[in-house]
């Protein structure tokens, strides 16, 4: 089948570098290469792990790791996480802290759905955690999910935001980071329309590009570079028969993982030069930094072709969010009508993917809501990983945005209690 053969080739390569690396190991690990004691053997085993390792994780979900949490009783408590709503595309997961008392403040993270699972932001979760009750977004693999369950595009994406935000009810404040940004505020402009009892009570942007052309970056530059047929006909492969969704289309993520890695290649490339060096002279462990970013950063997952094409076609060529012409199953969606819900936006001064002044256009699309209930922060010096994770997320935005949370409650401020940010978090 057209495509197929090239998801496979690209699978066969993952799985001969993996094998090549386990095959190194072993062979330079025989006790009988101790009869030759020169470093070169030290050096391959040392290269075989790293790349037995690194071509492993491309196709390994990672674990949240989120096992436990210390309450203010000084005690460990367990951190169950809990299905909430379960659909084909993706869950509604919830962090419970077992004996814990439900906390004031109830969060839904709307995790990115751009080739990376939603435990990119763990550190996101743990440092919330501490001050709140938090569910976020799992988006599934689309290579597990079988033809049968049908299409999943930008418009089947906003719906599940809109059950989702359903689910928890009204007293609940919704964070978005990156790429659902605009689509989160379609969602909630979707339910002040339908249903407007169930609209959360204030709803933060991250990074996310609203107005894609406020402000240009290699992203936007290729979005508008290449036409939807250079797209369809280079960028999507069809799953081969190794996976549970055999023959539907997708944007793989081993693709999406080699543009990452291309766009800084001289840095990727001397991270596990020096990574391997390590290993040699026995500096390297199981969850050292180096492991511990790439373990996520290698962990890719393929994507629906038609969510990957509508979003670069809708969101980034046409740009129907920016301009309020965002349509719905079959409904415009007038992002104006949002009225009641507080809208924040943040962003980071040196994000060189969502440049500053595409993620504050939000609040000039919000032409039914008060200024009292809009607000805006620029991160100085934080990049677009910075500002929803480390020191420029912990130290300065996360306050910024439990304080907003805390204005917009149903509860006054005043009643709750502020914890601070688990410093282990990212």
Not at 172 to 190: E, F, K, R
Not at 361 to 377: E, N, R, V
Request: hydrophobic share 40%.
């Amino acid at each position: 089948m057209r495509y197929m053969a090239t998801y496979d080739f690209m699978e066969t390569m993952r799985n001969t570098n993996q094998w090549l690396g386990a095959t190194a190991t072993a062979m330079a690990s025989s006790p009988a290469m101790a009869l030759f004691p020169n470093p070169a053997f030290q050096w391959m085993a040392a290269w075989g792990e790293v790349t037995e390792r690194s071509f492993q994780r491309m196709i390994v979900k990672p674990d949240w790791h989120i096992d436990s949490f210390t309450c203010e009783d000084g005690k460990d408590h367990l951190v169950n996480v809990n299905t909430i709503v379960e659909r084909p595309f993706g869950d509604l997961i919830h962090f419970e802290v077992s004996g814990r008392k439900p906390m004031d403040r109830k969060v839904m993270l709307v995790a990115p759905m751009s080739g990376h699972y939603a435990t990119l932001l763990r550190s996101t979760v743990k440092s919330l955690i501490a001050d709140c009750e938090v569910y976020i977004t799992d988006w599934h693999n689309a290579r597990d999910i079988p033809v049968s369950e049908g299409k999943f595009d930008i418009e089947d994406y906003t719906l599940y935001l809109v059950d989702f935000m359903k689910e928890l009810g009204p007293d609940t404040h919704v964070i978005a980071v990156c790429q659902p940004a605009p689509l989160t505020l379609a969602a909630t402009a979707y339910l002040a329309e339908e249903d407007p009892s169930a609209q959360p009570r204030s709803l933060t942007l991250i990074g996310g590009p609203i107005d894609p052309a406020a402000a240009a970056t290699e992203v936007t530059d290729f979005g508008h570079s290449v036409t939807m047929g250079q797209l369809e006909e280079t960028m999507i492969q069809r799953v081969g028969f190794k996976y549970p969704g055999v023959g539907r289309m997708v944007y793989p993520g081993l693709l999406q993982l080699s543009s990452f890695m291309s766009m800084n290649a001289e840095r990727h490339s001397k991270a596990f030069t020096d990574q391997i060096m390590r290993v040699t002279q026995g500096e390297a462990s199981d969850h050292d930094a180096h492991n511990r970013f790439y373990d996520e950063y290698l962990a890719v997952m393929d994507m629906t072709a038609e969510f990957y094409l509508s979003t670069v076609d809708r969101i980034f060529k046409k740009g129907e969010i920016a301009a309020n012409e965002f349509v719905v199953a079959g409904r415009k969606v007038d992002i104006g009508k949002i009225t009641t819900v507080a809208v924040k936006t943040v962003e980071g001064a040196k994000d060189d993917i969502t440049a500053p002044g595409q993620c504050i256009a939000a609040l000039d699309l919000c032409t039914g809501l008060p200024d009292a209930k809009k607000a805006s922060h620029v991160e100085p010096g934080a990049g677009h990983y910075g500002i929803f994770a480390g020191k420029s997320w912990r130290n300065n935005i996360r306050p910024l945005v439990l304080d907003f949370i805390d204005a917009n409650s149903a509860k006054p401020a005043a009643k709750t209690k502020r914890k601070p940010a688990n410093k282990n978090a990212a």
